[in-house]
């Protein structure tokens, strides 16, 4: 106790020293308990909300979903082994994000493929769902972040990925092409930056999944910003007629095109009355 | 027509007024009859002089309208300038200006028709062909000249020059076959190998970054082509062009392998050529779920859980596989070249 220890000429320490110092013990032990209450407090509180928001996506989940995928989400197995409605454990935040936001989810009606119509639930609802179904596997792919949807990439860089990666299925205009067996790949003009980066992470349907080691969150981010400059940037060339490339060129060409000239060669031929 | 002659033995007639000579055509005993020129049609504009009239005012407006067309053609090409920077501008100025020269061309044609057709004389005429063979007297003519220049010319009888021009015409094609032997060289065992080969990395598709086998998750595709491909070579795009691969992840479980092909994919982790057998499209349309990979050009489809076979289409043969492994880095790469040459088939099918 050295505080309290006479100093070699005898001498008291100031009267006060023994105050100031339980006055600084009390500021540093208070101060880091308030600190430590303050850099906790919103952790456990945002814990409590998520808890809430899960349970609440549960109680959704359940109502709206459950049907085909299961109570537990495990989707179901036909006697054959085969996975006939898929199972929600692992798709994560994202994948719900997209299927509900984009209003393929709930599905209407079993087809080739699942179709876009209105949205069924709300943003929060949505958010909830997602909740949920990231609380089954912790592991599974997240909303992602703002920053890689803000649209100011590099659109050269952009143009080419997607012409190499996604153009072969979705038009190197983003209009969209057929698959086989009445699926096919949707166009993209007007899909929110959003879901065009889920889609890319999760692979909804028959859509292969871009992981971040084959397309970097940069890459998505200048694909993303590709499709939007495109959107901005209607053809110069003339009218697209959609976009879709020869098929619809040709069509147009013989039918309406060598119909007129047909029509025109008609009424040369013809007598005048 | 006085000089007619007379028609060739055997051969029909075929009008009543001209003997024609039929040649080698066949004259079918059934034929149908000519049904003759249809009779005379009286117009409007031939019987009504304010018809005529109303025609009349027709072609110059047609014709006024052609001088508007043409006019607004002149005024758009200034009212729309075109940029050297954007290309809205090009869209704009192209638009217009080629509906107002339209307009002026086609309103020029159709008062032109709409003259003929209204007010110009309207009665039928029939002119008949002339015949193909000469008269004697022209055939006679013609022979009498031939022989004259023959015998001017000297041709058959200086046999010196005719044979000497007989030599050089022989001559003169050789140097050809030089000229166009150099359009070669011959494709030699370019149509049967690609850049592929033992230890070559599998890369990513435009930028070239090596990729670990753990990095192609289940349901994933990737665009590659081997490392060894460098834009600065003359022939990158040839070699790009053959040697494109789609590497993709599946369940290993899914996978059906053929005894011969074991070994060939790492992990689940398959390669095949992108290049269709049929004509040689990319075929990258992979769906995911049914593992069918799609030709768009022809609808070949191809199942890649059972070593790429043809299930629809026109293409008849699978794609080939490339077969990979990962080196002790853990990045993908080629355990050879492709066993088959890639792309459309022909003739021989040995890669030697």
């Known amino acids: ?273 | 027509m006085s000089d007619k002659p007379k028609a060739i033995k055997g051969a029909a007639s075929t009008s009543d007024e001209f003997d024609y000579s039929a040649g080698l055509a066949v004259i079918p005993a059934d034929k149908i009859a000519d049904p003759g020129l249809e009779p005379h049609h009286v117009r409007m504009t031939d019987k009504s002089k304010k018809h005529e009239k109303a025609a009349a005012r027709q072609v110059a407006l047609l014709f006024f309208v052609s001088i508007i067309g043409s006019a607004a053609a002149l005024v758009i090409y200034f009212l729309f300038p075109l940029s050297t920077t954007e290309f809205g501008p090009v869209r704009e100025n192209t638009f217009w200006l080629g509906l107002a020269i339209a307009l002026g061309t086609l309103a020029l044609g159709i008062g032109a028709v709409h003259w003929a057709k209204t007010l110009m004389p309207a009665a039928e005429q029939a002119e008949a062909r002339h015949q193909t063979r000469g008269s004697e007297e022209t055939r006679a003519r013609a022979v009498e000249i031939i022989k004259l220049a023959d015998q001017e010319s000297g041709f058959s009888r200086r046999k010196l020059i005719r044979r000497s021009l007989y030599t050089a015409l022989a001559f003169f094609p050789l140097p050809g076959i030089l000229v166009f032997g150099d359009l070669g060289p011959n494709p030699g065992s370019t149509l049967r190998h690609t850049k592929w080969a033992k230890g070559v990395r599998l890369v990513h598709d435009p930028y070239g970054a090596p990729i670990k086998a753990s990095d192609v998750t289940e349901g994933s595709v990737f665009h590659v082509v081997p490392e060894n491909i460098d834009p600065e070579d003359h022939d990158y795009l040839e070699q790009k062009a053959k040697a494109a691969v789609l590497l993709v992840g599946v369940n290993p479980e899914d996978l059906t392998i053929a005894p011969d092909r074991k070994g060939w994919d790492y992990d689940g982790i398959v390669a095949y050529s992108k290049i269709c057998t049929h004509v040689g499209c990319p075929v990258a349309l992979f769906e995911q779920d049914t593992h069918h990979l799609l030709c768009p050009c022809h609808q070949s489809t191809f199942d890649l859980n059972k070593g790429c076979e043809v299930i629809f289409g026109p293409a008849s043969r699978p794609l080939p596989q490339l077969p990979i492994t990962v080196d002790a880095e853990g990045y993908l790469i080629a355990q050879s070249d492709f066993h088959e040459p890639v792309g459309p088939s022909f003739w021989d099918r040995s890669i030697n």
């Open chain 1, 1 to 273: 106790m050295s505080l309290f220890r006479r100093n070699v000429n005898g001498a008291r320490r100031h009267p006060m020293a023994a105050v100031a110092v339980i006055a600084l013990g009390l500021i540093v032990s208070g101060g880091g308990y308030a600190a430590a209450t303050a850099a906790v407090h919103p952790a456990s509180n945002s814990t409590a909300a998520d808890t809430q928001l899960v349970a609440e996506g549960k109680k959704l989940f359940l109502g709206n979903c459950a049907s085909c995928h299961g109570k537990n989400a495990a989707g179901e197995v036909d006697a054959n082994g085969k996975q006939v409605f898929p199972t929600l454990i692992g798709v994560g935040a994202a994948s719900v994000d997209f299927q509900v936001g984009t209003g393929r989810m709930p599905a209407q009606a079993s087809g080739p493929q699942m179709m876009k119509k209105t949205v069924q639930f709300t943003d929060h609802q949505i958010a909830a769902l997602a909740a949920y179904v990231q609380s089954l596997d912790p592991t599974g792919p997240t909303v992602p972040d703002a920053k890689w949807l803000d649209g100011k990439g590099d659109t050269t860089r952009g143009g080419e990925l997607f012409r190499i990666n996604c153009a072969m299925c979705h038009n190197a205009a983003g209009a969209g092409g057929a698959l086989t067996e009445g699926k096919f790949a949707p166009g993209l003009n007007g899909v929110k930056e959003r879901h065009i980066y889920e889609a890319m992470i999760t692979g909804p349907q028959n859509m292969p999944v871009f992981s971040d080691k084959n397309l970097s969150p940069d890459d998505k981010r200048d694909i993303i910003s590709y499709l939007k400059y495109l959107e901005k940037n209607p053809s110069s060339g003339g009218y697209e007629l959609a976009n879709l490339g020869p098929v619809v060129e040709g069509l147009f060409a013989w039918i309406i095109a060598l119909g007129l000239l047909v029509l025109i060669t008609m009424w040369l031929a013809a007598k005048s009355n």
